[in-house]
């Protein structure tokens, strides 16, 4: 184990996201699978490729295509969000049948055949952003300049579908909050004959404005960004389905009440869409009639917190049963119909896909490992993946792709008849550290957490203590897999810190009592956990040195950082945090209403929640971090912080990262980052 190469690794590699399979298609036939991969585990680009009769090739290589022009801006937005880390192809589209693929390479438009042509280029009215094949794989549909476009594969036709009628209006992507916080990527959807499409059409002309500018590149202009922040007006997003020969149908349903498109698509059965409440207390399934735009409520459910809106969730069968989440007895399942429902206990996180009337899902027993599932017509459930750790899959026709994080590593299985045929294969580098973490679970509340200790540790040798947590409801990180933050938890125990990372309220797999006890405070629940399984842990592990501890984190993470050090001063003694959201009031309105709801309505839950007021309390060392091009949490967070920390004269570190987005991905600044936080860490409590 060679600790001191693992910064550069860590950031050569992008996080260890380099080489590894991802994006499976599999063919209706169960013959071919696709997938996205790049060349090696330091190779930043990725490729489209095929496995088939236990042998893979590469379909298409940016380097053999000469796709070396400039990413469009709206391309660039959609990668951040998707946290996208490679270059080259990133994401791809199909025909039915999974015969020919299209994608989108520097804006050029790009088509390759499976049966081994080489790719072709289709000439694009301008540069494309998520082209999308459509099912009889004849046309493609793409968005340029916020205008959605179809060219036909034949004769080379291109005509558009959708044009915006004003400067803020844009068809066929999606919008801030739709991307960043529901996770719908996707602004159009393919009727499945391919005579027509379901298309987004999203107006920001009332949302606020903010400027985002490069101080280190003055001559560069500020970037204008709509962000809708907490209380202010959203998007307007409005449904509509474009026929190809140019017909129009306006979906209906009523949109002052239910303002947020949360999921749509285009099955057998019809246009099916998800729409929430402003509140998120209420979230409609809808069926869409394409001729006349009528829309009929097919399921409704509402909640005193909020809904969840669970990963792949609705989708109908064969039969045109509506698969949707429920949640009873604090278990969060899926039900089929009015009937056969998953198990109490059984907590469902996200649906695969539909086979018929069978339904795959992943789901967890215990909140540590994930399960990929069955759910059969008779009713039961059976779990296909056996050994412990995260999985999730893709499924056509007999084929399963099982895409498997284990301890020892990632391995994707092509499993035929529920027996393996054979493995795609990962190509990622193997960590410099291997994690080593003790699984514990602490306290009353049995939280779920890890510890890493140095390799080289002894019993009786005292250790200063890492909290290294993110702790908030988008991640959760304790779990029996390998992750690329569990090598860094374990690179940060081999620099001498007993380091215990933990899963505490507010995070997935323990049951939707357990998510939804933050509604009104963001902070204090975490933040009691984490004090709590820190006493725990040394209870268990006597060479944990409470008279020295520190906590890092990034994001939600580094905003627990920085509460920590504030408001339990007693318990811990440094704090790094990064792109931390100290004013609850500066974030988004479907993430920050979700758990705090209305500024002028709960005011009191954002000066709870919200740091910069408690700056007068900083009493320990705190190194602020942030990237200036950060879209997500803007650094605008952090320099207010700062400013109230100098107000109040209060001492602490600024570090600016000019040029780097939330990811913080760059391979000159991710490595040199872990060791500008191991040199304040080790300083602060005088190691």
């Known amino acids: 184990m060679d600790a001191s190469a693992f910064p550069r690794q860590f950031a050569r590699t992008r996080r ?19 997938f996205l991969r790049t060349g090696g585990g330091a190779d930043p680009v990725s490729l489209l490729w095929l496995y088939e009769d236990g042998s893979e090739r590469v379909l298409a290589d940016p380097a053999r295509l000469g796709g070396g022009a400039a990413v469009p801006q709206a391309e660039r937005v959609r990668r951040e969000r998707a946290g996208e880390r490679a270059d080259g192809v990133v994401s791809y589209s199909t025909d039915h049948d999974a015969r020919t693929a299209v994608f989108a390479l520097g804006g050029g438009l790009w088509v390759v055949r499976t049966d081994g042509g080489r790719p072709f280029r289709v000439r694009a009215a301008g540069p494309a952003v ?13 968005v340029t300049r916020g205008t959605l476009r179809v060219v036909d594969l034949d004769d080379g036709r291109d005509r558009v579908i959708a044009a915006p009628e004003g400067p803020d209006v844009t068809y066929g992507l999606t919008d801030h909050v739709s991307a960043e916080s529901m996770g719908r990527m996707r602004g159009f959807w393919w009727a499945p004959d391919g005579s027509a499409l379901l298309v987004a059409r999203v107006d920001t002309s009332s949302v606020q404005r903010w400027y985002l500018a490069d101080p280190s590149r003055p001559d560069v202009p500020p970037r204008t960004l709509p962000y809708p ?26 949109r002052a009440a239910f303002e947020y498109v949360a999921t749509a698509d285009w099955d057998a059965h019809g246009p099916l869409i998800t729409v929430q409440s402003r509140d998120q207390r209420t979230v409609r399934v809808l069926a869409a009639d394409p001729a006349t735009g009528a829309t009929e409520l097919l399921h409704e459910q509402r909640d005193p917190a909020w809904v969840h809106l669970a990963e792949g969730a609705p989708v109908r069968t064969t039969s045109g049963a509506l698969v949707h989440p429920y949640e009873k ?30 339904v ?29 750790g995260v999985h999730t899959a893709t499924v056509g026709g007999d084929t399963v792709v099982l895409d498997s994080r284990t301890p020892d590593g990632h391995r994707v299985s092509v499993l035929t008849g529920g027996t393996e045929a054979g493995r795609i294969a990962s190509l990622a580098e193997e960590p410099a550290v291997r994690p080593a973490p003790a699984l514990l679970r602490l306290g009353d509340r049995e939280l779920r957490a890890a510890l890493y200790l140095p390799s080289w540790h002894e019993p009786g040798v005292r250790l200063p203590v890492l909290l290294d947590p993110y702790a908030g409801p988008a991640l959760q990180v304790v779990t029996r897999s390998r992750q690329w933050w569990s090598c860094v938890s374990q690179w940060f ?18 049951g939707p009592a357990w998510e939804k006890t933050i509604r009104g405070d963001k902070l204090g629940p975490a933040l009691e956990d984490q004090v709590e399984a820190l006493h725990a842990a040394a209870e268990q592990c006597p060479d944990l040195d409470l008279g020295r501890v520190a906590i890092r984190g990034w994001s939600y993470g580094g905003y627990l950082a920085a509460g920590a050090v504030l408001r339990r001063p007693d318990v811990f003694h440094a704090a790094v945090a990064g792109a931390a959201p100290f004013d609850q009031r500066l974030y988004d309105t479907h993430w920050q209403e979700r758990f705090l709801g209305m500024p002028d309505e709960e005011p009191e839950t954002y000066a709870r929640s919200s740091l910069i007021d408690d700056a007068a309390a900083l009493r320990r060392p705190l190194l602020l971090v942030h990237g200036l091009a950060d879209d997500n949490v803007t650094a605008a967070h952090t320099l207010r912080m700062s400013a109230a920390l100098l107000a109040a004269g209060r001492p602490h570190s600024v ?30 409590l005088g190691m």
């Open 329 to 358: 007895d604090d278990t969060r399942g899926l039900r089929r119909g009015d009937g056969d429902r998953t198990p109490a206990g059984l907590q469902a996180r996200a649906l695969l896909a539909v086979d018929g009337e069978r």
């Open 493 to 510: 125990a081999e620099q001498g810190f007993a380091v215990l990372v933990t899963d505490g309220r507010g995070t997935a797999g323990r």
């Open 16 to 34: 260890f996201s380099l080489g590894v399979p991802r994006l499976f298609v599999i063919s209706p036939d169960s013959r071919r699978v696709l």
């Open 130 to 142: 998520d082209p999308r094949l459509s099912p009889d794989g004849r046309s493609v549909a793409y």
């Open 655 to 684: 570090l600016p990262l000019p040029g780097v987005s939330h990811l913080a991905a760059q391979e000159n600044i991710a490595g040199n980052l872990l060791l500008a936080q191991l040199g304040f860490l080790s300083k602060a």
């Open 229 to 254: 922040v907490a209380g202010t007006a959203n998007a307007e997003v409005s449904l509509h389905v474009f026929t190809t020969d140019g017909g129009r149908t306006d979906l209906s349903w009523d």
């Open 360 to 388: 795959l899902f992943t789901a967890s027993e215990e909140p540590t490992e994930v399960h990929v599932w069955a759910f059969e017509p008779d009713g039961r459930c059976v779990r296909l993946s056996e050994e412990p």
